[in-house]
């Protein structure tokens, strides 16, 4: 009875969770604001009635089952131990957060769509910092560096060689490698506090260079009209380029500016979950323990034969590759790009987001990067405070909990026993 | 086995150790007993490679390895118990182990996570557990177990008995001779001079970076210069 108490009562909740997020709240583009408002009360009655729905039915799943004779099925729970049993809520979790995401914009407001979208670049770089910071123990303050590289290598491959975004994607991811590879080596022998100023130096290095080459990058004016990525060939604009067949034409519907916005984000969910997918694989080889190893200690690595030159190495390329990522779809989001979007704040703001996420902990990453993008879009009367709210945001963090949102948490298993 | 020849090795301009020869030949126990500072560490991390012998030939196996890179000599065969013990603390016990088995065949890796666990039962106790969590002799055991993952033929320890009770002390020497009597080599740094003599097949005294002396262990643990310096008279 009690378990069947708790499974309905997690249902109830994700029922309560996904609708709400849903239905429940309205955001809304006023001008150049972005307001939330609560849906209609009718919504609200419907939602709440069917979050009771769920909740009775699950309670009462096996009687009604026994009243009309159905044999009731079968509870897979006792033949799974306890460790398989959480890994099974978390896959199931796991669904349910990813169909939620892909449903979720054709309800949404078009602003919020777009902000999501932005919030999901920020967990793609905060993941990928997360590496070299959180899991190598290497304190980067130029990743933004690697990001502009990967920006600027689609803006310019497009501009002058007509590359689209899907050839351009993996050119961007590599060549941002190189540079975290070439970062790499003048900083191997670096540590602490010296290897974060020279990053820096080389954040600000990349900024400046794309300033004043102004024949290639077009310095302070950037880059624009920079095409926006494709589905198989179909594109997301009004009227076709050359040659090319727009998506509503395609799919015999009328235009709609928002399927732009849409598909840019759910492209946006796709790189995540690759990003977080790839990461987690990452971390569960041995390169990954490498790196926690050589955080942890470095000489205990190079006493078992580990070549900390190699592993740091690895970490800066792996880290950078997926800001390249990054970069080159948020230069196809905006469509301009120019060395203001790579100062040397971005960078801060990405650290904060690991730092504040808590350190190596993927999850806490996501969630950090949700709130420091989402909340100054929210508060945005509170505009010219929002530098001394994000100061006071991270100072009360330090205090309170300096692990992090969600501490890194290592695969654990707890043996019970029977007594 | 191991054979060090003239070896000296600098800090900047302060030599740490002067001419230093020393041998270890297979299934021996050495042990290189000598007071703080006098450069018993050094040696150790000399033959490493880290730092670099500024004079000197060190041979392992009938090659020089005096000027190879610190990562292929710990590759060959030999491993190392670190000063310190210095295990991975946030990584669990298993974790840690894995990282001694890094370039281990896959094949062996199986068998000898089992012959680590079989030695040290208490580490099979906490598998999952973080390695920072147990108490020193518990790490002790897992810088052990992690360097013999790796397949030793030769292991180094730096200082195992390092800030640990007797009784604790005790087991990880009588590990040490269990080790020795399976076939490692063993190079066994210590301050404990009067239990590292005791296992000892032969024994080096260091000061002030020189070789004072060198005798079998029964014997120098009789030896009357020996007694008055290390073992407390």
Redesign the interface.
Known sequence: MKSTFYSALFAAVVTLILTCLMLGVNLKTEGIALTVSMASEGTWSMIIGAVLAVFLFQLFREKLADMINLPSLPSADHFIPEGKKGEKLKQLAISFVIAGMIIWPFFASRGAVDLATLTLIYIMLGLGLNIVVGLAGLLDLGYVAFYAVGAYTYALLSLYYDVSFWVALPICGALAALFGFLLGFPVLRLRGDYLAIVTLGFGEIIRILLNNWTEVTGGPNGISRIPKPDLFGLEFSRRASEGATTFHDFMGISYNSSHKVIFLYLLAVLLVIVTIYVINRLTRM?IG??W??LR??D?????????PTVIKLTAFTMGASFAGFAGCFFASRQGFISPESFVFIESAIILAIVVLGGMGSQLGVILAAIVLTVLPELAREFQEYRMLMFGLLMVFMMAWRPQGLVPMK?P????KTNE | MLKLENVSTHYGKIQALHDISLEVKQGEIVTLIGANGAGKSTLMMTICGDPRASSGTITYKGRDISKEPTDQIMRTGLAVVPEGRRIFAGMTVEENLSMGGFFTPSKRYKDNMELVYELFPRLKERENQRAGTMSGGEQQMLAIGRALMSNPEMLFLDEPSLGLAPIIIQQIFEIIAKLRDEGVTIFLVEQNANQALRIADRGYVIENGHIVLQDSGANLLVNDEVRNAYLGG
């Open positions: 041995p323990r490498a926690e190893a942890e200690d000489i205990a690595c190079r006493s078992l034969g580990l070549n290592r654990h298993l707890e043996l």
